[in-house]
C-alpha cells in the first residue's frame, strides 16, 4: 500500500482544512487508516484512526469535537477534516494503514505511512 497525504496549508485560528490520504492497492478497504502529527521537537501523536468498516472511529483528547476522520472505500482515500484550529494544531501531519484493521493509538501498529503534509495555524 501506497499513501500520499495533501490538504496541507496556511490557515488562521477557528479555521479549517480537510486532509486527504489516498491509498493504492487492492486491500484499501481492509486496512484501518491512522492520522498523526508531529510538531517541531516534539515526538509523533496519534490524532484520529478508523476501522476498516469505517464504522468506529477514535480520537485523541486533543483533537476530539473539532477534527472527524472519515473513508471513502470507493475512492481509496481517507479524510481529516479539521475545524476551530488552533496554533497548537501546527505539525506535520501523516497519514497511515494498519493491516489487522482495528487502527489504534500506536505508531507501531501501522505498517504503511505517507509522506506528511504540513499544516501551519496561525495566532
Known amino acids: 500500500v501506497q499513501l500520499q497525504a495533501s490538504g496541507g496549508g496556511l490557515v488562521q485560528a477557528g479555521g479549517s482544512l480537510r486532509l486527504s490520504c489516498a491509498a493504492s492497492?487492492?486491500?484499501?478497504?481492509?486496512?484501518?487508516m491512522g492520522w498523526f502529527r508531529q510538531a517541531p521537537g516534539k515526538e509523533r501523536e496519534f490524532v484520529a484512526s478508523?476501522?476498516?468498516?469505517?464504522?468506529?472511529?477514535s480520537y485523541s483528547d486533543s483533537v476530539k469535537g473539532r477534527f472527524t476522520v472519515s473513508r471513502d472505500h470507493a475512492k481509496n482515500t481517507a479524510y481529516l477534516q479539521m475545524s476551530s484550529l488552533k496554533p497548537e494544531d501546527t505539525a506535520v501531519y501523516y497519514c497511515?494503514?494498519?493491516?489487522?484493521?482495528?487502527?489504534?493509538?500506536?505508531?507501531?501498529?501501522?505498517?504503511?505511512w505517507g509522506q506528511g503534509t504540513l499544516v501551519t495555524v496561525s495566532s
Open positions: 492497492g487492492r486491500t484499501f478497504s481492509s486496512y484501518a
Open positions: 478508523i476501522k476498516w468498516s469505517g464504522s468506529t472511529s
Open positions: 497511515a494503514a494498519e493491516e489487522i484493521g482495528l487502527g489504534g493509538f500506536s505508531p507501531g501498529r501501522y505498517e504503511y
